[in-house]
Antibody
């Protein structure tokens, strides 16, 4: 059974950094098409990053240069390193996986950026 | 502003049929990319509802169907039930430089 569990969210000051984790089970992250999607409070879904089995990574302009997606295959875990956080990065962050579509989602972790 | 445009809200009475549109452009839906649909119940993570335009994952009732034409796609729900009251999102891909994965802004379905 595929399972994704996010962690690492919390309250953080603008300009600081945070690393989110997504622990995977039921599949191998090294072979996966896996993404981070966020949802600001009361708003819609926004794609944040994507990585393929080959290791290529992709980001939207809103986070490019600030966010980095990576994998630790020994822990079967996906990470999202978020630097220079802004107030408008406040959201629930989900990891999700599938094959071109996102079949499986974690429960999300809340990141609040506020002074 | 979302790259894919959805109506903010739709509503219908139990048993009725509703449709939710998802309008894109020549760089995403019109370029031939598939459209996927997600349902998000209050307080829950999104759930894949339809994939590759009109395919249902195991467990999704056949009351849900999808279509795609040109630069748009749509989700149809027949025989509305109270548990369909949720947010619905379309998702596709985009060949422009600003982003790869694109979502619609979401549509709140209210079952009256």
């Amino acid at each position: 059974e595929v399972r994704l569990v996010e962690s690492g969210g919390g309250l953080i000051l603008p300009g600081e950094s945070l690393r989110l984790s997504c622990a995977a089970s039921g599949f191998t992250v090294s072979d996966a098409y896996i993404t981070w999607v966020r949802q600001p409070p009361g708003k819609g879904l926004e794609w944040v990053s994507l990585t393929y089995s080959g290791g290529d990574t992709y980001y939207p302009d809103s986070v490019k240069g600030r966010f980095t997606i990576s994998k630790d295959t020994s822990k079967n875990t996906l990470y999202l390193q978020m630097n220079n956080l802004r107030v408008d990065d406040t959201a629930v962050y989900y990891c999700a996986t599938g094959s071109g579509k996102f079949d499986y989602w974690g429960q999300g972790t809340l990141v609040t950026v506020s002074s | 502003q979302s790259v894919l445009t959805q109506p903010p809200s739709v509503s219908g009475a139990p048993g009725q049929r509703v449709t939710i549109s998802c309008t894109g452009s020549s760089s995403n839906i019109g370029a031939g990319y598939d459209v996927h649909w997600y349902q998000q119940l209050p307080g829950a993570a999104p759930k894949l509802l339809l994939y590759r335009n009109n395919n249902r994952p195991s467990g999704v009732p056949d009351r849900f169907s999808g279509s795609k034409s040109g630069t748009s796609a749509s989700l149809a729900i027949t025989g509305l039930q109270a548990e369909d009251d949720a947010d619905y999102y379309c998702q596709s891909y985009d060949s422009s430089l600003s982003g790869l994965v694109v979502f619609g802004g979401g549509t709140k379905l209210t079952v009256l």
